[in-house]
């Protein structure tokens, strides 16, 4: 399989929505974000770094050919921050249609490799980052009718060498956003979660596979035999968030060219 050819549409299917999404400042998380501007929806990105997250507004907007997009800072390990920077957001754009918990930790070391507190700094990050996103962000949300995703990661459901903080972290957002969708779906809120597979231009992959060779024999494992684009994650967001996802909740999308269901056991190239 050859490289898929990027899509390129505007349409309003988002207009009037407002969108806060932790870890936009970034990577996969950036690209769900110009995705959703694209589309008419204002946008809030939060990440640590206010340069880089002065840096990602700007790109946001430069790419899309909109201005307004807003630069949050807070570390999501700290409840009383991301209560902040959402009242922020919320006061300048209005209630969120939209919420997504995409921020993620990762280096690749075996378990006795680690110290508790680099475990725990994962799990913090990841597992309870998404608890306190979801929980402060609450009663920000634009209901009936509001849409929160997770990013999670294959790790959830295949234990990987090197990754035991990342496994145990992205399993418990698994549960935690099914346990979610039951909960708050009465009141109007779906809640997903979206698997990407590996993913061209981000740091979690160039971390994980730093060389040629690795990044060779994970495009050979994949079914569709290439990484994955940032817009693609997007578009999976774009249907989860918008009309045509609304029927789904409590699921999680696998957005990664087959990569999991075949698990190490794809066609010979
Ligand atoms: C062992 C390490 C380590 C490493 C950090 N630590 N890197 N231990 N091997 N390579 C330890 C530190 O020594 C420290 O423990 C503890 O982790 C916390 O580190 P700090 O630097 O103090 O904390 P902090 O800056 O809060 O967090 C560090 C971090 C984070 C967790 C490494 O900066 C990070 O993950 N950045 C990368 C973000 C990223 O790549 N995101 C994309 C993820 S992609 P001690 O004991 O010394 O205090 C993804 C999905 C991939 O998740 C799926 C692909 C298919």
Redesign the pocket.
Known sequence: MTDAAQTTFRSDLLAGKVAFISGGTS?INLGIAKRFTALGARVAVLGRDPEKARRAAAEIDAETGTEGAMALTADVRDYAAVEAAMANAAAELGKFDILIAGQ??????LAL???A??FK??ID?DLIGTFNLFRAGHQHLNLPGASLIAIT???AVRPTPMQAH?CAAKAGINILLKTLAIEWGPMGVRVNGIS???IEG????A??APTPEMEAMIKGGAPLRRYGRKDEIGDAAVYLCSPAGQYITGTILDVDGGTGVANGRSMPS
């Open positions: 990577g993620a930790g990762n280096f690749p070391a490799g680690m110290s507190n680099a700094a994962v990050i990661a294959g790790q990342v990407p597979g590996p981000t740091e979690g992959m971390r994980l």
